[in-house]
């Protein structure tokens, strides 16, 4: 029986992997700045799913296959806090299926909070169902920009990677929402750890389902010097935050000007917030 249904899901998936996401172009977008503190936000959206208790989970479950005029309201407020930040992670988006009443929420939030980049990764293609997404949006330009399939037992998870300033010298951007399971987040960070490895100004940030501390000792990301919040960082749930599992990790080449735990619940994780700066040096050669 499990092993029918487990087939039947796999067929499902394979059978909808393509397209894979999309991207609103980079025409019209503001050159990077490096000279100015950059603001950084990373947000689990819920796909726009207002949760305040643990009984929303059931209450609210349907919302995660069927249209709610509310959603549109919710996603609402969120723009409105998107609109302080210049370069955001989003996890957990829907990019465009019954759910969401075929609306990329990674576009609406972009046009909503008047930032003209976005980038929208489609994870698990549900068709119809569920369309879900990491998203990226930005106020400048990037050098450029892709996307990775995170290795685990279940597919659908995904990193970004956004690279900015100079191309010898990059700040690169990696955003992701990482899985439950320990082992497999042993597998991501590997993965995400090799791909960070010749970067000397990097951005971990997203939803990774870990504390701090194991993360830094206990996973890849120990061989890294990245720094980051401190452990009381907690942003899950919303309503009584007692987990930090969302995150943004920094080089020590990277001034944190600012950081913080936004108080901002209308998902049932919160927002993290940070500004940095590149080093001096590094924006004089630009």
Not at 88 to 98: H, R, Y
Not at 234 to 243: G, I, T, V
Request: charged share 20%; glycine share 6%.
């Amino acid at each position: 029986m499990y092993k029918r249904i487990r087939s039947q899901i796999n067929g499902i998936l394979k059978s909808q992997e393509a397209p894979r996401g999309t991207c609103s172009g980079s025409e019209h977008v503001p050159d990077f700045e490096p000279q100015r503190h950059i603001r950084l936000l990373t947000f689990n959206i819920q796909v726009g799913i207002n949760t305040s208790s643990y009984r929303h989970y059931v209450t609210r479950s349907w919302q995660h296959f069927l249209p709610n005029r509310r959603r549109f309201e919710n996603l609402d407020r969120i723009a409105s806090l998107l609109k302080q930040y210049d370069v955001v992670a989003l996890q957990e988006c829907d990019g465009g299926s019954l759910r969401s009443g075929y609306v990329n929420q990674v576009q609406y939030l972009a046009e909503a909070a008047g930032i003209p980049y976005w980038y929208q990764q489609l994870n698990r293609n549900m068709g119809q169902l569920a369309q879900h997404s990491n998203g990226l949006l930005s106020r400048y330009r990037p050098l450029d920009v892709a996307e990775h399939r995170l290795p685990g037992l279940i597919p659908g998870r995904g990193a970004i990677i956004a690279r900015y300033g100079s191309g010898d010298d990059p700040l690169v951007l990696v955003q992701m929402h990482l899985s439950l399971s320990k082992s497999a987040q042993q597998r991501q960070l590997g993965y995400v750890r090799d791909l960070i490895a010749d970067y000397q100004h990097v951005v971990l940030m997203g939803d990774m389902n870990a504390h701090a501390e194991q993360l830094l000792t206990k996973t890849p990301l120990k061989e890294t010097d990245l720094v980051p919040l401190p452990g009381t960082a907690h942003s899950f749930p919303s309503w009584r935050p007692e987990k930090a599992l969302d995150h943004i990790m920094v080089s020590p080449s990277l001034e944190i000007r600012r950081a913080e735990v936004v108080s901002y619940p209308v998902s049932d994780h919160l927002p993290i917030a940070m500004d940095i700066a590149l080093p001096k040096g590094y924006v004089e050669t630009f």
